[in-house]
């Protein structure tokens, strides 16, 4: 018995300092964790193209210090067990050195703990729930909490329209983001003074919604908000539109994407939506970004896009300070995963969003926000006009 406990305990050990002595794979493994299927899709979408085009840009000027950078993409879905799943896979099978992702904040707060345990940062590209950061102390994130997008469109809804004053709010209440962004309209509605007639909570999974909008035109409003995903949001717009709701609409970013214009189609038209990002930005190096993506894609980056592209761009900013002082083909895997993550939290960067970086915990520090409307040609296509 002792001397099967032993061996045990040898083989452990020898299985250990086999994974520790791990190096990093060339080119730099770098893990992307988004929506490639169901209808968060509509969003991950956008962050894939984000990501893919950060990959041919850093490559194309060198990568990491001369070393090319690979990105790696497991495809979380819709839920949470398809964000643990991917993280996993990246963690264990692909062995990156850190992970752009998950899609929803509803996902992140199942799969980052995972990292967080395996000591593998993350970066969460389009995570705005309050409390993501807090998750652990490999999380941070790219995409700036409701708490500070949010409020922008209300404010900007009472300047186009300073006769409003009473508002419906509508959430879905299966998801955290949702949950944690209705919160912040709520509050910004009855900070400048508005009266919140109605709230209403409808699934991500819904698509009648007949009761809740029912309720909002019998408690006539001149403005409702609704903080949804882009299917169950462009849904309810669409039904709200259809019967006969004329007042304004302020979209939340779950409805963020012209993905959702073959969802609602024209009624999309006039959605009020805060943006974390604008193509206008004049940095020097969101207008190169922004010249070389519409050269490729024919249209200005979006939002999910450019904040994909921000993830990576920190993963690889990060990576290069740290190249520098020791090149990444000497690191082992895990010695390079601590050290990215200090220095991710310390570094600050140029990037397409302006000029961030991160507190203690893993927030975002970024000092511009937008607000755009969306304005439909015809029942396919529209663009969002940003809003002085
Ligand atoms: N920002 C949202 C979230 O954190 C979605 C729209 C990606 O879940």
New binding site residues.
């Given amino acids: 018995m002792k001397h099967l406990l032993s061996t045990t305990l040898t083989l452990t050990a020898l299985a250990s300092s086999y994974a520790a002595a791990e190096k990093v794979a060339t080119p730099i493994p770098i893990g992307i964790a988004v929506a490639q299927t169901s209808n968060?899709a509509l969003?991950g979408q956008e962050q894939v193209i984000g990501a893919r085009f950060a990959e041919k840009y850093i490559n194309a000027r060198g990568g990491i210090n001369g070393t090319p950078i690979k990105l790696v993409f497991q495809d979380t879905g819709g839920d949470e067990a398809g964000a643990i799943n991917a993280f996993q896979n990246l963690i264990t099978k692909d062995k990156v050195v850190g992970i752009v992702g998950p899609?929803?904040?509803?996902?992140?707060f199942s799969a980052d703990p995972i990292a967080d345990r395996a000591k593998v940062p993350v970066v969460?590209p389009?995570?705005?729930?309050k409390g993501?950061p807090q998750i652990g102390n490999f999380v941070a994130r790219v995409?700036a909490p409701?708490s500070v997008v949010a409020p922008n469109a209300i404010r900007t809804a009472l300047r186009l329209d300073p006769k409003i004053k009473k508002v419906a709010v509508l959430y879905a209440q299966n998801?955290?983001?949702?949950t944690?962004?209705t919160g912040t309209f709520q509050q910004t509605a009855k900070d400048q003074g508005l009266t919140v007639s109605t709230v209403q909570k409808f699934l991500t999974t819904d698509s009648d919604f007949t009761t809740q909008v029912t309720a909002v035109l019998n408690a006539d409003v001149d403005l409702v908000i609704v903080s949804g995903?882009?299917n169950d949001g462009g849904n309810l717009v669409k039904q709200l539109r259809q019967l006969g709701y004329k007042g304004s609409i302020i979209g939340?970013?779950?409805l963020?994407t012209s993905n959702m214009f073959p969802v609602c189609q024209q009624y999309c038209d006039g959605i009020i939506i805060a943006q974390a990002y604008s193509p206008a930005q004049p940095s020097a190096n969101n207008q190169l970004f922004v010249k070389e993506y519409s050269a490729q894609y024919k249209k200005a980056p979006p939002q999910?896009a450019a904040q994909a592209f921000t993830g990576v761009q920190v993963v690889v900013d990060a990576l290069k300070v740290i190249d520098r002082k020791k090149k990444l083909g000497e690191w082992e895997l895990a010695d390079l995963r601590v050290a990215l993550n200090t220095q991710i939290l310390v570094g600050k960067y140029s990037t397409p969003l302006g000029a961030i970086s991160f507190d203690k915990e893993g927030e975002l520090q970024q000092a511009d926000f937008y607000v755009a409307q969306i304005k439909m040609k015809d029942a396919k296509t529209g663009s969002f006009v940003f809003l002085k």
């Fill in positions: 968060t969003l899609t929803l904040s509803q996902q992140a969460g389009s995570n705005t729930a993501i995409s409701v998801d955290a983001f949702s944690s962004e995903l882009a939340g970013n779950g963020n999910f």
